[in-house]
């Protein structure tokens, strides 16, 4: 049965940033896929209703409150799945983000923010995470990037840089860990997520992306978790150092901060 290969029986996976939004669903996707999880992200309270779904689902969520903008924190969640679970075989970095910032106001600073955010923690988990994937026989480590990687937007100078620089690294890293651990990531779109709670309760500025956008809608976290789940199981054996876009067919951005010119 091809539905088989969307299986993880018996898999360890982390997901950070999994207290709401698109890890959340991520974890809970693995779960319903037989997955256990270690779940992180800064609110303990979110993560208990993820373990909730997850325990809903049959299979055990390891709740680990923390800072993960700290690289250090990040990569101690390979640790935790070890101890707690015995193994280590998915890793999803989900944790990242950066608000908009006009060009020159992006300091040097906030520009290192942005890439120690997004790339650095990537990079700190998925080094912590090689020696169990190994031990397990292999892994898969799926990394969310944005379309604003590949898209060029006024306002997104520190967060587009971030994402574009975490796509390539996924290539890199693909290459350095292959055969056995394969790395791809998912360039997403705009997803509704708390990060867009001011647009979509906008019913102008929504309409608005909408139809800025060929599928007509703006993404549900599900739809990223769906991919992830291709990603990180065998359906996606035969895929490594790969960026799938899951944007709404979206070329440009469906989104204008309205910044004036310089």
Do not use: C, W
């Not at 574009?164 to 350095?176: E, G, M, N, Q």
């Not at 309760?201 to 978790?225: F, V, Y």
């Amino acid at each position: 049965m091809i539905l088989d290969r969307f299986q993880v029986p018996g898999k360890v996976a982390v997901v950070t940033g999994s207290g709401r939004g698109i890890g959340a669903a991520a974890a809970v996707a693995l779960a319903e896929a037989g997955a256990d999880v270690v779940i992180s992200s800064r609110t303990e309270s979110d993560l208990a209703k993820v373990a909730a779904q997850v325990t809903e689902r049959g299979r055990t969520a390891h709740v680990v409150p923390a800072d993960l903008s700290d690289p250090v924190a990040a990569a101690a969640l390979a640790a935790a799945a070890v101890d707690t679970f015995g193994r280590l075989d998915i890793v999803v970095n989900n944790v990242g983000g950066t608000y908009p910032r006009p060009l020159r106001e992006t300091t040097p600073e906030f520009l290192e923010e942005a890439f120690r955010f997004n790339v650095s923690t990537a990079h700190a988990l998925t080094t912590a995470a090689v020696p169990a994937m190994l031990e397990a026989g292999g892994g898969a480590v799926v990394n969310i990037s944005s379309n604003m990687g590949r898209m060029a937007g006024r306002g997104f100078a520190a967060y587009g840089t971030a994402k574009a620089a975490l796509a390539h690294y996924t290539r890199l890293a693909a290459v350095d860990l292959a055969p056995k651990i394969r790395v791809n990531a998912v360039a997403v779109g705009s997803t509704a997520t708390s990060a867009l709670d001011i647009v979509v309760s906008n019913p102008e500025i929504k309409e608005r992306m909408e139809s800025a956008t060929p599928l007509r809608r703006i993404g549900e976290p599900e739809d990223i978790a769906a991919a992830i789940l291709y990603l990180a199981s065998p359906a996606g054996a035969y895929v490594t150092g790969k960026v799938l876009e899951v944007d709404g067919g979206l070329q440009t951005p469906n989104l204008e901060l309205g910044l004036p010119d310089v």
